[in-house]
């Protein structure tokens, strides 16, 4: 099986930025797809950025401009770099990792923007 490990959650105002990693381990061999995803209270799991083995990025259009998802393949990793937060993004991001038989997910970094 493979493990992520999740780091960077925490609380900042609004405007501000945090950066957020997981790495993984284990059985993976090789890693296709990487992407952040995110749930927010009362509301559905949203897909937020992915980056392919490739490096194509795609992100969801409310944070365009602000976010950048990154991967270092040697290190099996991958970033999310977010930058002027507003309070909506306030949520639990999770880091998945998608591979031939495998569908990882992290255990969850709790990221609040409040003034």
């Known amino acids: 099986q493979v493990q992520l490990v999740e780091s960077g959650g925490g609380l900042v105002q609004p405007g501000g930025s945090l950066r957020l990693s997981c790495t993984a381990s284990?059985?993976?061999?090789?890693?296709?797809?990487m992407a952040w995803y995110r749930q927010a209270p009362g509301k559905q799991r949203e897909l937020v950025a992915s980056i392919s083995s490739g490096g194509r990025t795609d992100y969801v259009d409310s944070v365009k401009g602000r976010f950048t998802i990154s991967r270092d393949n040697a290190k099996n990793t991958v970033y999310l770099q977010m930058n002027s937060l507003k309070p909506e993004d306030t949520a639990v991001y999770l880091c998945n990792v998608r591979s031939i038989g495998v569908n990882a997910w992290g255990q969850g970094a709790q990221v609040t923007v409040s003034s």
């Open positions: 284990g059985s993976i061999f090789s890693i296709n797809i």
